[in-house]
T-cell receptor, first 113, second 110 residues
Framework: SAVISQKPSRDICQRGTSLTIQCQVD?????MFWYRQQPGQSLTLIAT?????????ESGFVIDKFPISRPNLTFSTLTVSNMSPEDSSIYLC??????????FGSGTRLTVV | KQEVTQIPAALSVPEGENLVLNCSFT??????LQWFRQDPGKGLTSLLL?????REQTSGRLNASLDKSSGRSTLYIAASQPGDSATYLC?????????FGIGTKLQVIP
């Protein structure tokens, strides 16, 4: 199954700033998924990123707040823009490994102060 | 809309005990059911994947079963160890869609 390197693993950011999270996959994948996990909650899908096209955002998430790049089949970034304390969460990227199921990155623990 | 529920929300057991974690889902039209482990502040590690045509999967001390007709899956952990302490999540896989439960937080006491 695919291996995903995600960074940074954690960060503490000031209100109003932006943070870009990177995910690198060791094999080519068509779709990459970005999730948010708020404290004590389950995972919520933010968007699906396809190479060469705009990401598809789920209800409640917008491109201005969570811009995503997908320059090639092994790499994607998620930016959390104009952060507020409510954005404090764990952010995860994921790929569908087919018969191996979904694989996740190691997560980015974001704290906004 | 698929809903996934996990019971109990938290569980504390002494080391060596066998235990069962439960997962239920409302829509039985799933492609697969996957169990994950999550350590605090970290990503998800896949433990077991059961395809919709399968009844169970085993890996070491872990055994997961799937009953689509009743909308249930269980994760059995044998001879629990302190290193098993983590949150366990189940996820139902559909067409380009995965729905997660909120997890069961397990603490194994030495």
């Amino acid at each position: 199954s695919a291996v995903i390197s995600q960074k940074p693993s954690r960060d503490i950011c000031q209100r109003g700033t932006s943070l870009t999270i990177q995910c690198q996959v060791d094999s080519q994948v068509t779709m990459m998924f970005w999730y948010r996990q708020q404290p004590g909650q389950s995972l919520t899908l933010i968007a699906t990123a396809n190479q060469g096209s705009e990401a598809t955002y789920e209800s409640g998430f917008v491109i201005d707040k969570f811009p995503i790049s997908r320059p090639n089949l092994t790499f994607s970034t998620l930016t959390v823009s104009n952060m507020s304390p409510e954005d404090s969460s764990i952010y995860l990227c994921s790929v569908d490994g087919g018969i191996y199921g979904y694989t996740f990155g190691s997560g980015t623990r974001l704290t906004v102060v | 809309k698929q809903e996934v529920t996990q019971i109990p929300a938290a569980l504390s057991v002494p080391e060596g005990e066998n235990l069962v974690l439960n997962c239920s889902f409302t829509d039985s039209a799933i492609y697969n059911l996957q169990w994950f482990r999550q350590d605090p502040g970290k990503g998800l590690t896949s433990l077991l994947l059961i395809q919709s045509s399968q009844r169970e999967q085993t890996s070491g001390r872990l055994n997961a079963s799937l009953d689509k007709s009743s909308g249930r899956s269980t994760l059995y952990i044998a001879a629990s160890q302190p290193g098993d302490s983590a949150t366990y999540l189940c996820a139902s896989g559909g067409y380009q869609k995965v729905t997660f439960g909120i997890g069961t937080k397990l603490q194994v006491i030495p």
